[in-house]
């Protein structure tokens, strides 16, 4: 009975991240890029979100505890996800209240996100839809290069997320 439990866990230790893509909602989702280990963490959108916001997301930067927040915007189906990458903006305003120069000055990131499925490019999927096992923030390592957050071009991180968990 033992060895059956234990294959059993193994067994289910190894299958857990097939498992984890198959059935993770996108707005629980957890992903890491490979060269610096940057994290994204999925939220579905709040109240104070922005009316067209589809998702929301932390950015996790290794060995640093100031995340940065994202945001991604759809157009009903229409025309490609954008996501935006902020830190620092004016907590005390309303989005709309915030004025152009403010938004420039804690923004590191923009660009489109596509979700990475069986070789291709797709749309990324609503929040209560599975998340697909990839995505791309196009010019993410550049733009955060770029940004005045790094120290070097030592620290730049790729474009490309993966899977690697659901927040239950």
């Known amino acids: ?15 857990a991240p097939v498992f984890a893509e198959d059935v993770c909602p996108m ?63 004016p907590e005390d305003k ?12 804690c923004t590191y990131w923009t660009g489109v996100v596509y979700a990475l499925v069986d070789g291709g490019a797709e749309m990324l999927p609503f929040g209560d839809e599975p998340a697909p096992p990839a995505i791309l923030l196009t010019d993410f390592g550049r733009q955060i290069r770029y940004s005045g957050l790094l120290d070097g071009p030592a620290e730049t991180p790729w474009d490309v997320f993966t899977l690697n968990g659901c927040r239950w």
């Open 1 to 15: 009975m033992k060895s059956t439990l234990t294959a059993l866990a193994v067994t289910l230790a190894l299958t």
């Open 94 to 105: 309303a989005p709309a209240d915030i004025t152009d120069a403010e938004w420039e000055a």
């Open 27 to 89: 707005e629980r989702a957890l992903y890491t890029e490979r060269d610096q280990g940057y994290g994204l963490s999925f939220f579905a959108p709040t109240n104070r979100d922005m009316a067209n916001t589809s998702l929301r997301f932390f950015v996790v930067r290794p060995g640093d505890d100031r995340n940065l927040s994202g945001t991604i915007s759809g157009n009903m189906g229409v025309s490609r996800d954008t996501g935006v990458v902020r830190r620092d903006c």
